[in-house]
Every structure is written in C-alpha cells, then in structure tokens.
C-alpha cells in the first residue's frame, strides 16, 4: 500500500469515526434514545478497518473521550476528564475494538454477531454491582438485579450498533466499490 492510499484512507475512516461520535449527541437532547449511540458500531468499525490495529485503539478511545467530556459538560456544566467507572468502560470500548479487529470478512452477520458482542461485554462488565457505589448489594443477586435493571438501556444500545453499524460498514464497503483508494492492496489484489 502506498503511503498516499494509507494516509487517505485514514483519514477518511478517522472523519467516519468523528462524524458518527458526533451522532452521541443527540441522545443528550432526546433522553429516551439513552445508550441509543454509535459508540459500540464505532468501536466495532475501527477494529475491522483501521491499520496497523493501534491506530483503531488510538482513535476510536480518544473521539470517545474527548466526546465524554463535552457530553458531561452539557449535562453538568463541569468539565469532568474522568467520572466512577470510566476506566472500566473504555477498558469495555478497547474489547469491542478487539471484537472488531476479529471480522475478517465484512458481511450482515458478522457484524450482527460483532454488535451482539459488544453489547454483551458492556453489559457484563458495565454492570458490575461495585462500580457504582451502593445502588446494588455488592453480591451475586446485587449483580443479577443490575443486570436485569440494565435491560432496557442494552435494548437501546443493541439497536444503536445495529443500525449505526450497518451505517458504518455498509457505507465504507459502498464507498471502497466506487474509489478505490479506499481498499487495502489484498483487496485490490483479489
């Protein structure tokens, strides 16, 4: 691959990346669309596409926190670096990235199977009852009542990276057919 063709295709998949952490936004205006984001397809997205694999971590961990801040802002009007529980959720973010980095052949399913995975990680680890305080007794049954209290938020975030999922990937794939500055040299080998 020619330095040309990895600094243009960086680039784009870092403006896809931006433009769709931007979309985080709407749920602070709308409540109800709450983990309704791109934040799990993103992380996805920049695994399966970005090269070498470090650059996937790299952006898709820092638009994410640099997006925390300012969506703590507007509901605080504090700006807050780091909050209870934001290490475990961009340790969260990272796996996804590493879930991503494992669609070896972008199709629907994958990246459905890619979605349910990263819901599922965030679930498990997001709603560990010792994360937040005492809102949970610190034991198995704490740990089955925050899972179950944290269903309605996963429905929402399910639908997100599905949707922002086929969004992301279905458009980069569309878009690697029409230019081909866009595919790595193995696909414009094959």
């Excluded at 990895?6 to 602070?28: C, D, G, K, Q």
């Excluded at 996937?56 to 807050?80: E, M, P, Q, R």
């Excluded at 179950?148 to 997100?160: C, D, R, V, W």
């Amino acid at each position: 691959m020619s330095a040309k063709t990895i600094n243009i295709r960086t680039i784009v998949l870092i403006l896809i990346v931006l433009a769709a952490t931007a979309m985080r936004l709407v749920s602070f205006k709308y409540p109800f669309l709450s983990n309704f984001t791109p934040v799990g397809a993103i992380a996805l997205f920049g695994g399966a596409y970005f090269n070498p694999k470090w650059k996937a971590y790299v952006i898709v961990l820092l638009s994410l926190f640099l997006s925390d801040i300012l969506i703590n802002y507007l509901y605080t009007s504090k700006w807050v670096l780091l909050y209870s529980g934001s290490l475990w959720l961009y340790l969260c973010f990272a796996i996804m990235v590493f879930v991503g980095s494992l669609i070896k052949k972008v199709n629907v399913l994958n990246v459905f199977l890619a979605s349910f995975a990263s819901v599922a990680i965030h679930w498990l680890i997001m709603d560990l009852p010792w994360l937040y305080g005492t809102l949970y007794p610190h034991t198995l049954a704490g740990y089955g009542t925050s899972l179950i209290a944290a269903l309605p938020f996963e429905k929402n975030m399910i639908l997100g990276d599905i949707i922002f999922g086929a969004i992301l990937f279905g458009g980069f794939e569309l878009a690697k057919t029409k230019y081909t500055i866009l595919r790595t040299n193995k696909e414009l080998a094959v």
